[in-house]
């Protein structure tokens, strides 16, 4: 059964640092890995997706790595924002269905 | 890009009624499509797969004559919280699957029960 875990569960950093959220899955077997923002109350934004055959994605001051064979990936935020502020979901899809970490709850302090 | 509607957004009702909420494929046909379950504070689980034409497929845990799910065309697919409880105030969102591995995730639908 795959199991994808977030590290850290919650972080609060200043505004304009740099930063990385990782997330770790335990079976490699994935077609491909999202990554989405969720703010309070409010549904899933996504963010990048990285196909099992790619190593990276992306989008403006967003960064997202893909190491299949060791079940890691990474989002990297820079330049960081209080508007940045929300909770990270990591997500590894196989066969159409989608299986979520717990997310982390970022806070950019201003 | 692909478009997936979800109605209604938020509903609200009393203990002991029952609660249709659809996730719609706007612009895509689905033969597939997924329904999950947020709890507050908690990550999305996913609850059932729901098929065109055929009976849904349920995780498990999830008790399938309470979260009845109908796929009855190719770009609908419903589920009804029969007899809600205040335990099953959560956040609900689908996906579809136009075809191959990529999914398209609804807005989400919260259901509060009083």
């Known amino acids: 059964k795959q199991e994808v875990t977030q590290i850290p569960a919650a972080l609060s950093v200043p505004e304009g640092e740099n930063l990385v959220l990782n997330c770790s899955f335990t079976?490699?077997?994935?077609?491909?890995l999202q990554w989405f923002r969720q703010d309070p109350g409010k549904g899933l934004t996504s963010l990048l997706l990285?196909?099992?055959?790619?190593r990276e994605q992306t989008s403006g001051r967003l960064n997202a790595s893909l190491d299949k064979s060791s079940g890691r990936s990474t989002l990297y935020i820079a330049a960081s924002q209080p508007g940045d502020s929300a909770t990270y979901l990591c997500a590894v899809s196989r066969a159409g269905k989608s299986t979520f970490g717990d997310g982390t709850t970022l806070t950019v302090k201003p | 890009g692909a478009v997936v509607s979800q109605h209604p957004s938020r509903v609200i009702c009393k203990s002991g009624t029952s609660v249709k909420i659809e996730c719609r494929s706007l612009d895509f046909q689905a033969t597939t499509m997924f329904w999950y379950r947020q709890f507050p504070k908690q990550s999305l689980m996913l609850m059932a797969t729901s098929n065109e034409g055929s009976k849904a497929t349920y995780e498990q845990g999830v008790e399938k004559d309470k979260f009845l799910i109908n796929h009855a065309s190719l770009t609908l697919s419903t589920l009804t919280v029969t007899s809600a409880h205040p335990e099953d105030s959560s956040f609900y969102i689908c996906s579809a699957n136009p075809g191959g591995e990529t999914q398209y995730f609804g807005p989400g639908t919260r259901l509060l029960v009083l």
């Open positions: 079976d490699s077997a994935i077609y491909n």
């Open positions: 990285i196909q099992s055959s790619q």
